[in-house]
């Protein structure tokens, strides 16, 4: 359902009664895997978020819409900044299917990719971002993971691993990709996994796209998209978290391959633009922390020691890249066009050096 199809006006008297206030405006938001709506109330103080699922996640790698929000109830009481949730509607609502409204949270996200907000294009403010994402994971890493066992599933990095390699084996099956450096790092995870951690509440794609930041220094004001928790071996989140950040010094994967098969692209260009910074444009420059610093703050906030940091960070790059082929496979199947094989083959060049050591802290 897209915006412009949204039943607004049936949205807002079912929340009206349901909410026991009058709404006084709805505004679409953008959003991919749900359909989403800021919702206004006569109180100043009272805004919400309602969110319905788009056919994007219907898919094993998300969780159903209940789920996410019994997660959401428990962490209302807990130090993560996670929206609370305020109201689940099953099939019988106005949209047409189940929905949930949670409360607003105010802050500025920054997609991967892209630059931080002006105000934060200082050295101190740049140190700022990274902390205030560590300690706002070392909270969710912290938190009694007891207490979500009969909201979410659970998996072992080797269980990941295996999940993906299916995954893996199906996209490729139907896109006819040959991707050989996925299937040795495959291998090589199945060699050297180390004996997992005790379980922790995972948020599954913690990253700076799904946080909010305010304040004249950034700070984290709100954790959320929720459908990818799960209970797992935090390591293998904070291996998520370090995929995306560049230190000087890295090897610089050559663009000029891609370049030469694809042309002159959008996409190639922007992994030009990721080859110098990373995923996160702002992740090498000055103010910054490195890997190590980021890994040291963890470290010290949660006790847990990174070791096997080489296996956790294969691990997530195999993972994500996998997804994003099982992406590329849903287009190729709908017969949509698709412009992502250039990362694609990018990605599997870092999982490649991530698993010959290419990369250190």
């Known amino acids: 359902m897209s915006a412009p199809d949204l039943p607004l006006d049936d949205l807002e008297a079912f929340l009206a009664a349901e909410l026991g206030e009058r709404v006084t405006g709805t505004e679409p938001l953008d959003g991919a895997l749900n359909t989403m709506v800021a919702v206004s109330t006569a109180s100043t103080e009272d805004k919400y978020v309602a969110r319905k699922p788009t056919e994007m996640r219907e898919s094993a790698l998300f969780t159903d819409l209940e789920t996410e929000y019994r997660v959401l109830a428990e962490l209302v009481d807990t130090p993560v900044p996670a929206p609370e949730p305020v109201l689940y509607c099953g099939d019988d609502g106005p949209l047409g299917g189940p929905f949930v409204v949670t409360t607003y949270l105010d802050g500025e996200t920054v997609p991967v990719g892209e630059r931080l907000p002006e105000r934060y294009r200082t050295e101190t403010a740049r140190e700022r971002v990274g902390e205030s994402m560590v300690d706002a994971l070392a909270e969710l890493h912290s938190v009694d993971a007891a207490r979500f066992e009969d909201a979410c599933e659970s998996a072992t990095p080797l269980e990941q691993v295996e999940d993906a390699a299916n995954r893996l084996d199906y996209a490729t099956s139907v896109t006819g990709r040959d991707v050989p450096e996925l299937w040795d790092a495959i291998d090589w995870l199945r060699e050297h996994a180390p004996e997992?951690?005790?379980?922790?509440?995972?948020?599954?794609?913690?990253?700076s796209g799904n946080v909010f930041f305010a304040g004249?220094?950034?700070?984290?004001t709100g954790v959320f998209d929720w459908?990818?928790?799960?209970?797992?071996?935090?390591?293998t989140e904070?291996?998520?978290?370090?995929?995306?950040?560049r230190d000087d010094g890295d090897p610089t994967p050559a663009v000029d391959a891609l370049r030469e098969k694809y042309g002159d692209t959008e996409v190639v260009r922007d992994l030009e633009a990721t080859t110098e910074h990373g995923f996160y444009r702002y992740s090498n420059r000055p103010g910054s922390p490195t890997r190590r610093d980021i890994v040291e703050r963890y470290e010290a906030k949660t006790g847990l020691a990174f070791d096997h940091d080489?296996?956790?960070?294969?691990?997530?790059?195999?993972l994500l890249a996998t997804v994003w082929e099982d992406i590329h496979r849903r287009q190729v199947e709908a017969g949509a066009d698709t412009t992502q094989e250039p990362l694609l083959d990018y990605t599997a060049e870092l999982v490649d050096r991530l698993v010959a050591g290419d990369f250190p802290l």
């Not at 004249?216 to 984290?220: A, H, K």
């Not at 459908?227 to 390591?235: I, K, Q, R, V």
């Open 227 to 235: 459908e990818t928790a799960t209970l797992g071996d935090p390591l």
């Open 310 to 318: 080489r296996f956790y960070r294969t691990h997530a790059a195999v």
């Open 238 to 245: 904070l291996g998520y978290f370090l995929f995306y950040w």
């Open 216 to 220: 004249d220094l950034p700070e984290v």
């Open 196 to 207: 997992p951690r005790p379980r922790a509440l995972l948020h599954g794609d913690y990253k």
